[in-house]
């Protein structure tokens, strides 16, 4: 399961089916960058982007953009 997307990054793209990448991440002490690389936005990338101290990340599907907050991301659904 660590690289599905979660289901609340496919609500927001109004598809089951999205496979979303990272285009934009923010960090507090940095502000927004480019994603040094397209990452699928999947659990295992909200694990690793936690990590990093990222906090905000703008993810793009088709032609559409869409920006995620990466600790309600990786809060355990309910």
């Not at 960090?27 to 397209?38: E, F, L, N």
């Not at 990452?39 to 990340?57: N, Q, S």
Request: glycine fraction near 4%; avoid cysteine.
């Amino acid at each position: 399961m660590p690289d599905t997307i979660p289901a609340s990054v496919a609500l927001r793209f109004h598809a089951d089916g999205a496979r979303p990448v990272i285009v934009r991440e923010y960090h507090a002490s940095t502000g927004w960058r480019d994603a040094p690389s397209r990452r699928p936005l999947t659990r295992r990338v909200v694990d690793e982007l936690m990590r990093e101290g990222i906090t905000l990340v703008q993810a793009r599907w088709r032609l559409r953009t869409r920006e995620f907050s990466v600790p309600r991301l990786h809060a355990p659904a309910q």
